[in-house]
């Protein structure tokens, strides 16, 4: 691949790296990436987008798509078909709190002007989520009168508790969707499919941009350290929210999309997912029963969320 590079984009590699499992060659200032247009994680050019928008307004390590030397995005080389992306890792530098850098991410993010047709799930929650749940159930049932194995048996066992939990989250997303109370920081933007700490980290692929609202990555943050056997994570997400709002206030109708999406269990929907391209059963097992062990633990700590809530609004309702 070095002399891929250097021939179609006049590239001299000096190293070469691996990021998020990935191979990767470095130059003097940039990482780049090669990926085959057959690779499911192709870079989508409605993502493509987001990532130059992004890109230009300060966001130097996500890896963009460039055109080869003959003004091409695509490049056929020993019978294949490559994409290269490219971005400046970050090197170590101040940055704000947390919670503070996700909100500003979303004010840049809610200038992008024009939303996108296939990547955005905003104003669709439950749609989507209904349309999910229906092809989850069909297809598990089907897989299992197939896979007569303690992966299927046990999933089959579960299944009913996550098709009541994600009825639930459905029926108080409809109720949520009469709330008035809502104001500018509503608007969709540019967010991340799962948000898992992206913005920490020295590089971002823009594989994982989606279009939504802003709450999606707030509650997959949330819903990431409800998951972890830490006892006490109470303080981390409540100084998250506050250092947040710091900079973008969320209004009754976000505070509401949030809670509805940390009572959908998209943690075991991404799970069973995951399940249809591997036939590990051993491992999907294990997998499996440890985020049912978790699972108790998550809904003891949302139990405690509207505290956070009533907590984070006191502190800046009463300061007005």
């Known amino acids: 691949m070095r002399q891929f590079l250097k021939d179609f984009y006049h590239i001299d590699i000096q190293n070469e790296v691996t990021v998020y499992g990935r191979n990767g060659f470095m130059d003097q200032q940039y990482l780049y990436f090669t990926i085959p247009t057959n690779d499911r994680e192709v870079i989508h050019m409605e993502q493509a987008a987001l990532a130059y928008y992004l890109y ?10 460039i055109q080869n030397r003959f003004n091409e995005w695509f490049s056929q080389f020993e019978g294949k078909q490559y994409l290269v992306i490219k971005g400046k890792p970050l090197k170590n530098r ?11 991410f979303h004010e840049i993010a809610s200038s992008f002007q024009y939303e996108p047709q296939e990547i955005s799930s905003y104003g669709q929650w439950k749609t989507l989520w209904t349309d999910k749940l229906t092809a989850i159930e ?3 049932q089907e897989k299992a009168k197939q896979q007569h194995n303690h992966y299927y048996q046990y999933l089959m066992d579960i299944l009913p508790y996550v098709i009541g939990v994600s009825e639930n989250a459905i029926q108080y997303m409809q109720e949520s969707e009469s709330e008035f109370r809502f104001n500018k920081n509503d ?10 700490n992206q913005l920490t980290d020295a590089f971002m692929l823009s594989a994982d941009f989606v279009y939504d609202h802003a709450v999606r990555d707030l509650a997959e943050y949330i819903r990431m350290n409800y998951l972890l056997e830490e006892a006490d994570n109470f303080p981390i997400i409540q100084t998250f929210l506050r250092e947040y709002e710091q900079v973008r206030p969320l209004s009754i109708f976000s505070w509401r999309l949030l809670y509805a ?10 799970s069973f997912e995951a399940g249809f391209y591997t036939e590990d059963y051993d491992k999907l097992y294990h997998r499996l029963t440890a985020i049912c062990k978790a699972q108790s633990i998550y809904e003891q700590r949302l139990g405690t969320f509207f505290m956070i809530c009533i907590l984070t609004l006191r502190k800046w309702v009463f300061r007005k």
Request: net charge neutral.
């Open 56 to 65: 230009e307004n300060g966001y130097e390590n996500i890896g963009i798509p």
């Open 187 to 196: 608007q969709g933007v540019i967010s991340f499919r799962r948000y898992e």
């Open 261 to 270: 999406r940390l009572v959908f269990p998209i943690h075991f929907i991404d």
């Open 138 to 140: 069909y297809r598990l």
């Open 94 to 104: 101040t940055v704000p709190s947390h919670g503070q850098q996700l909100a500003q």
